[in-house]
């Protein structure tokens, strides 16, 4: 049968061979981890788009998928590619009422980079 849910994607630096936001993830305490996947997944099954307050509009192709956990607010930029496909780009704790600068320019030159090189690699959990 023919799935309608999107498939989840970490983005990989073509020049580091780093996955940011797999390694953001995977540094955190395993109940912030257990609700970050599954935010993801939910995001998956609908298809790229949440409402607010669990996605956010950044700017262009950029959402923001919002998890709080008590005080931490953990956000990850994504944006929904051909196919079906959802791709995780960046990912930071936000200490702050309004997104920092540096944190989108970050996402846009990962954007740049996996747009450009096709950089990513499936996500698991």
């Known amino acids: 049968m023919f799935s309608e849910n999107y498939e989840v994607f970490y983005y990989k630096n ?3 061979q780093k996955i940011p936001v797999q390694e953001y993830i995977s540094c955190l305490p395993k109940k912030e981890r ?3 996947f599954k935010y993801i997944d939910f995001l998956a099954i609908s298809k790229g788009y949440l409402d607010e307050p669990y996605s956010k509009h950044i700017m262009g192709k950029i959402r ?9 607010k953990h956000r990850i930029f994504y944006f929904t590619f051909v196919g079906r496909k959802i791709i995780l780009l960046h990912s930071f704790l936000k200490k702050t009422s309004k997104t920092p600068q540096q944190e989108i320019n970050r996402a846009l030159q990962n954007l740049s ?6 950089s990513f690699v499936q996500y698991e959990h």
Do not use: M, P
Request: net charge neutral.
């Open 14 to 16: 073509n020049r580091t």
């Open 113 to 118: 980079d996996c747009e450009i090189n096709k």
């Open 34 to 36: 257990a609700k970050i």
């Open 64 to 72: 923001e998928l919002r998890v709080d956990f008590s005080h931490n």
